[in-house]
């Protein structure tokens, strides 16, 4: 098993420019999260799903949509790039009741 | 609300103990975890523990969670300098698909 991947692994973006973050899970899991990672502070929630075709938000959504249309794949989309996301961005996926899973993370420079 | 607070620095000698400490506010928590991330890396979940336990011992680590004081600890026997790493404290509660509540890590340094 592969586990948890994302994709790409680093990009820079121009302000203003979109962006799709994929993440693919091989373990059949039904939930799914995106967090993002910024200097001195923890992973804070941005989307999270429960199951294949369901969404919703988390902490802090705004300027950012996903989907999950096939129950392996989470999406997340920037329609349009600010500085202030610049960040590392980690998709997680649990199956059962305890352990969340992550990818290795995508870093993520909007100048 | 919901917030977990860690230390954010600690260096120790090779073969000696690591004690890093969390607090946390939400006293539904269920798990509560601790990941390990390595630079560059994502995180790695090194062991959790439920919330009606008071202590986990697992290989060189061991889990103390005191509820009434929301207090989170792990220690790491005979620290290694392949422990380097910034150690994260996570609560989770049955809000928003059971997400985890994050502390700001601990950067733990090993030196030999």
């Known amino acids: 098993n592969a586990g948890v991947t994302q994709t790409p692994k680093f990009r820079v973006l121009k302000t203003g420019q979109s962006m799709t973050l994929l993440c693919a899970q091989d373990?059949?899991?039904?939930?799914m999260y995106w967090y993002r990672q910024d200097p001195g502070m923890g992973l804070r929630l941005i989307h999270y799903s429960v199951g294949e075709g369901t969404t919703a938000k988390g902490e802090v959504p705004d300027g950012y949509n996903v989907s999950r249309l096939k129950k392996q794949n989470f999406l997340l989309g920037l329609e349009s790039a600010a500085p202030s996301q610049t960040s590392v961005y980690f998709c997680a996926s649990r199956g059962g009741a305890v352990e969340q899973f992550f990818g290795p993370g995508t870093r993520l420079t909007v100048l | 609300g919901e917030d977990v607070e860690q230390s954010l620095f600690l260096s120790v000698r090779e073969g000696d103990s690591s004690v890093i400490n969390c607090t946390y506010t939400d006293s539904s928590s269920t798990y509560l975890y601790w990941y390990k991330q390595e630079p560059g890396a994502g995180l790695q979940l090194l062991t959790y523990i439920f919330s009606n336990m008071d202590m986990k011992q697992d290989q060189r680590l061991t889990v103390l969670l005191n509820k009434k004081d929301k207090h989170l600890s792990l220690r790491i026997a005979d620290t290694q300098t392949g422990d380097s790493a910034i150690y994260f404290c996570a609560e989770r509660n049955g809000n928003q698909g059971g997400k985890l509540i994050f502390g700001q890590g601990t950067e733990l340094s090993v030196k030999p």
């Open positions: 373990m059949n899991h039904e939930y």
